[in-house]
């Protein structure tokens, strides 16, 4: 198991490496110059080709990579010129609101979508099957602007019970905050469900088959235990994948979602990186979303090893 | 005489094809008595793991079952679902084909023993381990506690088929189905396993049936032998009776096909010619009839009963039964 655990973290290295570089070449490579977008119009030759050489951005390509490099493993992303903020508070802001929001997303979604494929695939081919299939593929057709002012016009609008938008800190008010998140949760959620139940059931209708599921009815098993031990365990491989996806794709922030909702998260913050050409910030953040990536894809190999003994013995 | 524990009456399967109604087990009767081995012999595709699954109420959902089991007093077709669960393992139980598909790779070896003990007899978790550690010893295997903690892949076939049979032993049944439980394994495993459930079996006086396509594994350990093609049986004896004069011509070609070890090398097997029928569209006749050197027009026209002639307890489905003296040789 430890050799396992060695093997992937070291397969990690040159993904991480690949990831900084891409990262770096996306920023330097965007058209427009840094010096020219700090000082305006205005500037003179001769202020931006003095600029450009403090900043360093007269050096060769490689060395600025290189520089940028070393500061990034002593811990320094850089500065905004526009707020004087790092990198790293700028981050540290914004990473608790899209942290809560997907942690609550992928918990709904994984509450609606784990349960509905146990049942759809314990009765493959039934009436409650065929719905539910039908209903997942209506959903996922469903983009998440619609979806969410759907939501913000019953819940807010209509029935009053959770606020439409807005955001407050957690340390604050734990319970505002929760109710602020139910419903970009619930959006986020929504889109995710259908995935997460065909993936599971499909997966479920093909253990059903196995021969021994066959010996565990065999045995006198309760359906129960045959569902959720013999079957759900060696069924969810997959699932872990699209979660893991999922997650990290919700790590690097939901732009509508925290755009309708009013909530300060990473994707908001990316975005304005964009459009004000703030491209420190640009190529720090996409560089700790992409980390991130890479950390919860290494954590779903791990849960991989739990699940099948057979990964974990290399034996698949 | 004691009634018997397993009787099958008018057993028939009936599932859903493409091409039709595939009828894969047609109006079979058995019948076994406690304690004693029955053995079920047949070509793929003759019906035999259908009927074990009909008696087992192990079918596919689509397929159709008609017919009774009356097992131990209770017919378990019409058994509720929440009995029958009851009754599995404790009283009827077995062992699958492919043991590297029947145990579940994801839990060790020790969850899949003992959450049967459990369920059934009621034991606590330290006495369930320290029967499945008996059990695994009584199958012949090695280090058994440490073997606990184990997954299916750890070990090897034969290994994975003990495991298997020390499942299906662990709440003591009156009624073992092995279904081809050496076709699997290794020609050197496969003796060992069937002497080991030979062995099991008269220990516990538990009722044993065996189903396979090889006559050489029931000849020395079943009571009784049914022979099954196209989903009918057509030959029924006890053992020693069934080789020393069968009357169907299929069992004679069956045993006929077995390789023998005095035959000289390059000698053409006398393999049995032509296809079993289509079973989605029956024969009018005997299902023999078109690969039988015996037939005439009266085994296309119409289908032979299974019944007896001098033997009460030799039963054939033949209207040419084949006299003692031109027997096996074949």
């Given at each position: 198991?430890?050799?396992?655990?060695?093997?992937?973290?070291?397969?990690?290295?040159?993904?991480?490496?690949?990831?900084?570089?891409?990262?770096?070449?996306?920023?330097?490579?965007?058209?427009?110059?840094?010096?020219?977008?700090?000082?305006?119009?205005?500037?003179?030759?001769?202020?931006?080709?003095?600029?450009?050489?403090?900043?360093?951005?007269?050096?060769?390509?490689?060395?600025?990579?290189?520089?940028?490099?070393?500061?990034?493993?002593?811990?320094?992303?850089?500065?905004?010129?526009?707020?004087?903020?790092?990198?790293?508070?700028?981050?540290?802001?914004?990473?608790?609101?899209?942290?809560?929001?997907?942690?609550?997303a992928e918990f709904i979604g994984l509450l609606i979508g784990v349960p509905l494929a146990i049942a759809c695939a314990a009765r493959a081919g039934g009436a409650f099957d065929r719905f539910m299939t039908g209903s997942a593929f209506a959903m996922l057709s469903m983009p998440s602007f619609l979806l969410a002012i759907l939501l913000i016009y019953l819940f807010a609008v209509e029935l009053h019970w959770l606020p439409a938008t807005g955001y407050v800190p957690f340390t604050e008010e734990p319970l505002a905050n929760l109710r602020f998140f139910v419903l970009p949760a619930l959006t986020l959620a929504l889109a995710e469900w259908p995935g997460i139940m065909r993936v599971l059931r499909s997966d479920m209708i093909a253990t059903l088959q196995e021969d021994y599921i066959a010996l565990a009815k065999a045995k006198g098993l309760k359906p129960s235990r045959i569902l959720f031990v013999h079957a759900l365990k060696p069924s969810s491989l997959t699932l872990v994948t699209v979660t893991g996806i999922n997650i990290g794709r919700l790590l690097g922030g939901t732009l509508i979602v925290e755009s309708i909702f009013a909530l300060p998260g990473i994707g908001r913050l990316l975005v304005g990186a964009i459009y004000t050409r703030d491209l420190v910030i640009l190529q720090g953040v996409v560089?700790?979303?992409?980390?991130?990536?890479?950390?919860?894809?290494?954590?779903?190999?791990?849960?991989?090893?739990?699940?099948?003994?057979?990964?974990?013995?290399?034996?698949? | 005489?004691?009634?018997?524990?397993?009787?099958?009456?008018?057993?028939?399967?009936?599932?859903?094809?493409?091409?039709?109604?595939?009828?894969?087990?047609?109006?079979?009767?058995?019948?076994?008595?406690?304690?004693?081995?029955?053995?079920?012999?047949?070509?793929?595709?003759?019906?035999?793991?259908?009927?074990?699954?009909?008696?087992?109420?192990?079918?596919?959902?689509?397929?159709?079952?008609?017919?009774?089991?009356?097992?131990?007093?209770?017919?378990?077709?019409?058994?509720?679902?929440?009995?029958?669960?009851?009754?599995?393992?404790?009283?009827?139980?077995?062992?699958?084909?492919?043991?590297?598909?029947?145990?579940?790779?994801?839990?060790?070896?020790?969850?899949?023993?003992?959450?049967?003990?459990?369920?059934?007899?009621?034991?606590?978790?330290?006495?369930?381990?320290?029967?499945?550690?008996?059990?695994?010893?009584?199958?012949?295997?090695?280090?058994?506690?440490?073997?606990?903690?184990?997954?299916?892949?750890?070990?090897?076939?034969?290994?994975?088929?003990?495991?298997?049979?020390?499942?299906?032993?662990?709440?003591?049944?009156?009624?073992?189905?092995?279904?081809?439980?050496?076709?699997?394994?290794?020609?050197?495993?496969?003796?060992?396993?069937?002497?080991?459930?030979?062995?099991?079996?008269?220990?516990?006086?538990?009722?044993?049936?065996?189903?396979?396509?090889?006559?050489?594994?029931?000849?020395?350990?079943?009571?009784?032998?049914?022979?099954?093609?196209?989903?009918?049986?057509?030959?029924?004896?006890?053992?020693?009776?069934?080789?020393?004069?069968?009357?169907?011509?299929?069992?004679?070609?069956?045993?006929?096909?077995?390789?023998?070890?005095?035959?000289?090398?390059?000698?053409?097997?006398?393999?049995?010619?032509?296809?079993?029928?289509?079973?989605?569209?029956?024969?009018?006749?005997?299902?023999?009839?078109?690969?039988?050197?015996?037939?005439?027009?009266?085994?296309?026209?119409?289908?032979?009963?299974?019944?007896?002639?001098?033997?009460?307890?030799?039963?054939?489905?033949?209207?040419?039964?084949?006299?003692?003296?031109?027997?096996?040789?074949?």
């Amino acid at each position: 198991m430890l050799n396992f655990v060695a093997r992937r973290l070291l397969a990690i290295l040159p993904v991480l490496l690949a990831v900084s570089l891409l990262t770096f070449l996306i920023a330097s490579l965007l058209p427009g110059d840094l010096a020219m977008v700090i000082l305006g119009d205005q500037a003179t030759p001769e202020n931006v080709a003095a600029l450009r050489h403090d900043m360093g951005l007269d050096q060769p390509l490689w060395w600025r990579y290189l520089s940028w490099l070393g500061h990034v493993l002593q811990g320094d992303l850089g500065r905004s010129f526009r707020t004087g903020q790092t990198v790293l508070q700028a981050v540290g802001e914004r990473i608790p609101v899209s942290l809560e929001l997907m942690l609550m997303a992928e918990f709904i979604g994984l509450l609606i979508g784990v349960p509905l494929a146990i049942a759809c695939a314990a009765r493959a081919g039934g009436a409650f099957d065929r719905f539910m299939t039908g209903s997942a593929f209506a959903m996922l057709s469903m983009p998440s602007f619609l979806l969410a002012i759907l939501l913000i016009y019953l819940f807010a609008v209509e029935l009053h019970w959770l606020p439409a938008t807005g955001y407050v800190p957690f340390t604050e008010e734990p319970l505002a905050n929760l109710r602020f998140f139910v419903l970009p949760a619930l959006t986020l959620a929504l889109a995710e469900w259908p995935g997460i139940m065909r993936v599971l059931r499909s997966d479920m209708i093909a253990t059903l088959q196995e021969d021994y599921i066959a010996l565990a009815k065999a045995k006198g098993l309760k359906p129960s235990r045959i569902l959720f031990v013999h079957a759900l365990k060696p069924s969810s491989l997959t699932l872990v994948t699209v979660t893991g996806i999922n997650i990290g794709r919700l790590l690097g922030g939901t732009l509508i979602v925290e755009s309708i909702f009013a909530l300060p998260g990473i994707g908001r913050l990316l975005v304005g990186a964009i459009y004000t050409r703030d491209l420190v910030i640009l190529q720090g953040v996409v560089l700790l979303v992409a980390c991130g990536f890479v950390i919860v894809n290494f954590i779903v190999d791990m849960l991989y090893a739990v699940l099948d003994p057979r990964i974990r013995h290399g034996h698949a | 005489m004691t009634p018997p524990l397993l009787t099958i009456t008018d057993v028939a399967v009936e599932l859903p094809t493409p091409r039709g109604i595939l009828r894969a087990v047609d109006d079979v009767d058995l019948s076994l008595q406690a304690g004693r081995t029955l053995g079920i012999v047949g070509e793929s595709g003759c019906g035999k793991t259908m009927l074990s699954r009909a008696i087992l109420q192990l079918l596919p959902k689509k397929a159709k079952l008609s017919g009774r089991v009356m097992f131990d007093g209770q017919d378990l077709v019409q058994l509720a679902p929440e009995s029958l669960r009851r009754l599995r393992a404790r009283d009827l139980a077995v062992v699958f084909q492919d043991p590297m598909t029947s145990l579940n790779p994801v839990l060790t070896i020790g969850t899949q023993l003992m959450e049967t003990l459990q369920e059934h007899l009621e034991l606590d978790t330290p006495a369930a381990r320290k029967r499945s550690i008996e059990l695994l010893a009584a199958v012949g295997i090695p280090a058994p506690e440490q073997r606990l903690a184990q997954y299916p892949h750890q070990c090897s076939g034969g290994m994975r088929q003990r495991i298997a049979i020390a499942i299906a032993l662990s709440c003591e049944p009156k009624l073992l189905i092995a279904d081809e439980p050496t076709t699997a394994l290794d020609v050197t495993i496969q003796a060992q396993i069937l002497d080991l459930l030979a062995r099991e079996q008269r220990r516990r006086h538990m009722a044993m049936i065996i189903i396979t396509h090889d006559l050489g594994v029931v000849a020395g350990r079943a009571d009784e032998v049914a022979v099954m093609y196209a989903g009918r049986v057509v030959e029924r004896a006890p053992t020693p009776m069934l080789f020393k004069r069968m009357h169907m011509p299929y069992t004679e070609a069956l045993l006929a096909a077995i390789p023998k070890l005095e035959t000289a090398p390059h000698t053409p097997l006398p393999a049995i010619s032509g296809r079993p029928p289509d079973p989605t569209r029956p024969l009018k006749g005997c299902s023999f009839a078109p690969r039988c050197r015996y037939a005439t027009s009266r085994c296309r026209e119409a289908k032979p009963e299974l019944t007896s002639a001098e033997m009460a307890d030799h039963l054939y489905a033949c209207f040419h039964p084949i006299k003692m003296a031109e027997g096996i040789g074949a």
